[in-house]
C-alpha cells in the first residue's frame, strides 16, 4: 500500500501541472463501458440500491445520543419490512449496500436480504469517512467489512460504494487489491465507465450515482444543524422520474440511491412505488442489481 499522499504546498494556483494532474488521474473515468444494448433487448437498466447505514452514522459520529440511533434504528425497524415487501411484490432485485456494523447489529434482515435474491455490496466498516483515514488503516476496514458480510450473509461481495461516496486517494487501489468488479461512489458520468489510475485501465466497472438521484439530500434532517427537508414527497418524485425519463430517452442507465430510513416513510414509500411503475410501464425496462449491471457493461461495452 503507497504511504499517504502530502498534501501539495502552497496555494492551488501556485502549483505547478504535475501536482495538479497527479490529483485529477488518480481514479478518473476512461473508456465509456455503455453497453451495444441491454438484455433481451430492453432499452434502459434500472439499478436500485439502498445504503442500510441504520445506527452507524451516529456511531460513527461518537454520538452517543439514543435519540440519533433511534433514527437509524428506524430503518431497519419499520422502513426495511416495508422496502422488502414492495420488492417481493413487484418482483424486483435491487442492491443493499450495508456497513458492516449495521449487519452485526441487524444480521437477520441482511441475512434475510440476501436470501430474497438482492445483492449485498460494501458500504465501509462503521461508515467511516475514508478521506480522514490513514491508508493501512482504509484498507484493513474495508477488507474486515467484506468478510464480515460473507459470514453475516453469506454473499461475498463484489462491488462497493464509500460511505458518503468518500473516495480517498487510496479506495482504488484498495478496491483492485480487493478484486472487486465494480464501484459505484464516483460521478463523471451518467453511464458506466471503466476507471482508471494515473491514466491506465483497471478493469474496475464505475457506476455513476448522482447526489440528484440521492434521497438523503431532500429527506434529511439534524436538528441542531441547518439540515432540513425542505423538499416535498411530490417534489422529489418528479425529479427522480424525470431523471428516469431521460434515462430511458437516451436509452441508458438509471441509478437511484435511497436509505431505508429516509425513503422507508409513509409519506415517502410513493416516491419509489411511482418511479417502479413508471419504469414497468415503459414495457422495455432491464430492472438489475448493480453487479449484473456491471458484469453486463464490462462483458457488452460498444466501445
Known amino acids: 500500500m503507497a504511504e499517504s499522499t502530502p498534501h501539495p504546498a502552497g496555494d492551488p494556483w501556485t502549483w505547478p501541472e504535475s501536482v495538479w494532474r497527479d490529483i485529477v488521474e488518480r481514479a478518473r473515468a476512461g473508456r465509456s463501458l455503455r453497453p451495444r444494448h441491454w438484455p433481451d433487448g430492453a432499452r434502459c437498466a434500472v439499478a436500485l440500491s439502498f445504503d442500510a ?35 417481493a411484490r413487484e418482483e424486483v432485485k435491487a442492491t443493499f449496500f450495508y456497513p458492516a456494523v449495521a449487519a452485526l447489529l441487524h444480521p437477520a434482515e441482511a441475512r434475510g436480504v440476501a436470501e430474497e435474491g438482492h445483492e449485498i455490496g460494501i458500504h465501509s466498516w462503521i461508515h467511516e469517512r475514508n478521506t480522514i483515514l490513514r491508508p493501512e488503516v482504509e484498507r484493513d476496514l474495508a477488507f474486515r467489512a467484506a468478510d464480515t458480510l460473507e459470514t453475516v450473509t453469506g454473499q461475498r461481495p463484489v462491488g462497493m460504494r464509500t460511505a458518503s461516496w468518500d473516495f480517498s486517494p487510496h479506495t482504488l487501489d484498495i478496491i483492485r487489491e480487493m478484486g472487486l468488479l465494480y464501484d459505484s461512489s464516483l460521478m463523471a458520468d451518467d453511464e458506466p465507465y471503466e476507471l482508471t489510475a494515473n491514466g491506465e485501465p483497471t478493469g474496475i466497472v464505475e457506476l455513476p450515482p448522482e447526489w440528484i438521484r440521492d434521497d438523503a439530500v431532500y429527506f434529511n434532517m439534524q436538528r441542531f444543524s441547518g439540515l432540513r427537508p425542505y423538499t416535498p414527497p411530490s417534489g422529489v418524485a418528479e425529479i427522480f422520474l424525470a431523471e428516469f425519463e431521460g434515462a430511458h430517452a437516451e436509452g441508458g442507465l438509471f441509478l437511484l440511491t435511497m436509505h431505508p430510513h429516509y425513503i422507508g416513510h409513509r409519506s415517502r414509500m410513493p416516491v419509489l412505488e411511482k418511479v417502479i411503475a413508471a419504469a414497468k410501464a415503459k414495457g422495455d425496462c432491464w430492472f438489475a442489481t448493480h453487479a449484473e449491471v456491471a458484469a453486463w457493461c464490462k462483458d457488452n461495452a460498444a466501445s
Open 53 to 87: 447505514d441504520h445506527e452507524t452514522i451516529p456511531l460513527r459520529d461518537a454520538d452517543e445520543s439514543p435519540m440519533r440511533s433511534s433514527q437509524g434504528q428506524y430503518g431497519a425497524r419499520a422502513a426495511m419490512p416495508r422496502i422488502r415487501r414492495l420488492l
